[in-house]
């Protein structure tokens, strides 16, 4: 059993971002406050009941859907743990030091051993049904392998690309389709592995460039980037494998998408007309906007939406706060 710390939603703080568009439109950033003593945070994901995951400085924390703030733990003689994915049952993935672990509703913590001599590993998302996705890595060589971690414990790893030997899994959905990236050291691909381990490489845009997949919904939708040269492109893929460019903010170059809910909605980051990075959300028609970031900040990012529109991610002045946006 982990011991966990919990406190009040005392810290949370709605503010209202001023911007351009309609009042009826503004979104809200609330600050998702940190642990006791410490400075910054994070948040990484959100499930359907507006369950928050991330970190506050070095330590694992989960938001209730009202504010309130717990320390999850690592693993005994771990000092560091951050919690990446989270599913509608509250079943949370992470990572306690350089192990993949999951930590259970009962608040017990439980380790994701990779196969073979790997010895450390990430997990990033976790469906309804309990498979974990992650990767582990090598070190010495540089190597990852995508893994997929079934409810009942058994590991198994999806092959890279043919001509490559590594690949990185980023999400996965409830039909255990996975989506990521596979290497070679010189070129990055985007990767959609099926149920059964067969590997597809996504389609780029014209004129080619590195691509990764990020994020994948119910539907099959997929959302990532393409880099050509020192621009990168924030993409959505549909399911029949067609690759559609989003728009960056006006005046803006590069973008990202991180993640997309099963309406459409894409969240991510693009750049603006100052050069600044942004946290944004594209709708279902491609239409982005800025989410703001709270008072004083000026950069920030969207990591992850719910299928009701609700976005998390991080806000970056001075410090960095773990932060949620209302649609």
């Not at 009202?66 to 000092?79: A, C, E, F, H, V």
């Not at 997990?123 to 992650?134: E, F, L, P």
């Amino acid at each position: 059993m982990i011991t966990r710390r919990v406190m009040t939603g005392a810290l949370v703080v709605a503010v209202a971002i001023s911007t351009a568009m309609p009042a009826a439109a503004v979104p809200t950033v609330t600050d998702l406050g940190v642990l006791p003593g410490m400075l910054n945070s994070a948040a990484l994901d959100i499930n359907v009941a507006g369950t928050v995951v991330g970190f506050s400085d070095n330590r694992a924390v989960r938001w209730s859907a009202d504010g309130r703030i717990t320390d999850l733990g690592s693993l005994p003689g771990d000092q560091d743990s951050s919690a990446a994915g989270i599913n509608r049952y509250g079943v949370i993935v992470g990572t306690s030091a350089r192990k993949a672990v999951r930590w259970n509703t009962d608040g017990t913590i439980t380790t994701l051993n990779p196969p073979g001599d790997y010895s450390e590993a990430s997990a990033v998302a976790i469906t309804d049904s309990g498979v974990v996705a992650g990767s582990s890595w090598d070190f010495p060589t540089g190597k990852t392998r995508a893994l997929l971690w079934e409810a009942d414990g058994v590991v198994r790893e999806l092959e890279p690309l043919p001509g490559d030997n590594s690949a990185t899994i980023q999400d996965i959905n409830g039909d255990s389709i996975a989506v990521g990236y596979s290497t070679n050291g010189f070129s990055v691909r985007a990767v959609r592995w099926q149920p059964d381990g067969t590997a597809t490489q996504l389609a780029t845009l014209p004129g080619g460039g590195h691509t990764r997949a990020n994020g994948i919904n119910q539907i099959g939708m997929i959302t990532g980037t393409v880099q050509q040269g020192s621009v990168s492109y924030a993409v959505r893929w549909e399911r029949n494998g067609s690759i559609t460019k989003l728009d960056a903010l006006p005046g803006g170059q590069s973008a990202e998408g991180t993640e997309i809910n099963d309406t459409g909605m894409i969240v991510g980051w693009s750049l603006d007309a100052g050069g600044e990075s942004r946290p944004v959300r594209w709708a279902a028609d491609g239409s982005v906007t800025d989410l703001g970031v709270l008072r004083g900040h000026v950069w920030g990012y969207a990591e992850a939406v719910s299928n009701n529109g609700m976005a998390v991610g991080r806000s970056i002045g001075t410090n960095v706060r773990g932060v949620r946006w209302s649609r």
